[in-house]
């Protein structure tokens, strides 16, 4: 069964760190395109960073410089980690896999992802 694990999540004070995983089974992680999107409250759900499979990193530009998004594919994880943390940053954080193997990606969309984890919340307090 193809399926997508989140963890980390929890609660911190602006300006502190915390680290997501995802675990993946049921694939080949190595040959898809992991994203991580996050969904606040009341808000459509919006792509924070992808990385493809050679390794690069995408970012939307308010997590540029704060978030590091990581993939161990001997591991089948996938990280993000996040310092900085600010109280937009707020919501539910899900992973995600791409709908095509070896997919060329850039920023995080939405219709590009077909596998999707169950989330973890993130709540950011000011």
């Known amino acids: 069964e193809v399926q997508l694990v989140e963890s980390g999540g929890g609660l911190v004070q602006a300006g502190g760190s915390l680290r997501l995983s995802c675990a993946s089974t049921?694939?080949?992680?190595?040959?898809?395109?992991m994203a991580w999107f996050r969904q606040a409250p009341g808000k459509g759900r919006e792509g924070v960073s992808a990385i493809d499979t050679d390794g690069n990193t995408y970012y939307i530009d308010s997590v540029k410089g704060r978030f590091t998004m990581s993939r161990d594919n001997a591991k089948n994880t996938v990280d993000l980690r996040m310092a900085s943390l600010k109280a937009e940053d707020t919501g539910v954080y899900y992973c995600?896999?791409?709908?095509?193997?070896?997919?060329?990606?850039?920023?995080?969309?939405?219709?590009?992802?077909?596998?999707w984890g169950q989330g973890t919340q993130v709540t950011v307090t000011s």
């Open positions: 995600a896999r791409s709908a095509n193997p070896r997919a060329r990606i850039g920023l995080p969309r939405t219709d590009d992802y077909t596998i």
């Open positions: 049921g694939f080949d992680a190595d040959l898809y395109a």
